[in-house]
């Protein structure tokens, strides 16, 4: 089984359509488990609404009981909201999904199937949409890995693999992830579709999009904003922590 992890705050407006996308994954074998991090807006009664209307989720083929619903009183950020999902996940894959996305309905059959065709992959990730970019990425290589994030947080990862999201890392939280894992020996497996897409380009993984964007030189430029000087300090961050230095 599939548990399907997504942390939420903020957003009313886009988990009901993440949600429906969900249900309508030709795989079925799946539960869902939203953490609502203290959101201030209306995310917890959309959520209290989706979960009783069960008929409406029955006729989608997927069971209303399979939907879990957690509610921090304090806001954690989104590594302890997804933590806090994988504590109470009974699946033997785990896929992080964040409330601004909106997948394809062979997403799940797409990405196990990677899985189970490449045993020794702990996990498989997918091309996506963001916005008018599509984003191809690129197949497995840990040099690669090192140097840059090129894997985003919605990949299928084996549960006896996952050693947990680093709650002190606020930013490149997939990056610091993958790494730590890839110290284990773990890898991963490319599916070259694109099995998702980003509805709200400033939402969550708006924080990760950007890295190709500061790649580009942009103080020999004259230019150095806030967004590049935080996105340059947390690289620098992730590379100390993994004694990747400077390469």
Known sequence: ??????PAYNAERTIARCLQSIFEQTHRDFEIIVVDDASNDDTWKVLLTIKNQKSEIRNYGFDPNALFLIHNSINQGANAARNRGVREAKGEFLLFCDADLVLR????????????????ASYAYSSFKFGWKTFRLWPFDAQRLRQMPYIHTTSLIRQEHFPGFDETVKRLQDWDLWLTMLEHGHTGVWVPEVLFRVVNTQGTMSQW??????KIPWKWLGIQSRAI???NEAVARI???HGLGHR
């Open 1 to 6: 089984m599939i548990s399907i992890i997504i």
């Open 239 to 241: 590379k100390e922590k």
């Open 229 to 231: 000087t935080r996105y």
């Open 105 to 120: 309905p062979n997403m799940l059959k797409k990405i196990i199937r990677a899985l189970e065709a490449h045993p020794k």
């Open 209 to 214: 999009i950007p890295s190709f964007l500061y």
